[in-house]
């Protein structure tokens, strides 16, 4: 007799704000559109709370997920774009308000988003994947 372990969900994070309206629309269409058509979970969704400060290698993955350090920045702290990205680095991993919100990352995909549209994009890739 064989023992298959149970499948698990992949994982989308949402790096969250909900005094950001677009970081609550981003919450409202995660939590949409978590069920496939079919009834089953595409995703299980991690909220990361505005005050939890991400990990090195979780920004560093942000960052390459997203083109670089720029579209981690939010918008009251782009004077960091004027510093090298070592900087960046070290002021986004003490400085949870330096991180813009809402970004939303699909791990197992290596994708990530900042924007609505781009959101929907994520989940739409998520919805269709049969790749647990």
Do not use: C
């Not at 595409?42 to 670089?68: C, F, I, M, N, S």
């Not at 003490?94 to 609505?116: C, E, F, H, Q, Y």
Request: hydrophobic share 40%; no cysteine.
């Amino acid at each position: 007799m064989s023992f298959r372990p149970p499948k698990t969900l992949p994982i989308i994070s949402l790096f969250h704000n909900p005094r950001v309206a677009s970081s609550q629309q981003a919450f409202r269409l995660l939590q949409e559109r978590q069920r496939r058509p079919s009834g089953e979970d595409a995703y299980r969704l991690d909220v990361v709370a505005p005050e939890t400060l991400p990990t090195k290698d979780q920004l560093e993955q942000l960052a390459g997920a997203l083109h670089g350090w720029d579209a981690l920045i939010a918008d009251d702290a782009k004077e960091l774009n004027k510093h090298p990205a070592q900087d960046v680095l070290g002021s986004l991993l003490k400085d949870a308000n330096a991180l813009k919100r809402p970004i939303v990352m699909d791990w197992g995909k290596g994708a990530a988003a900042t924007s609505l549209k781009g959101i929907e994009e994520l989940i739409n890739k998520r919805q269709t994947s049969n790749d647990e």
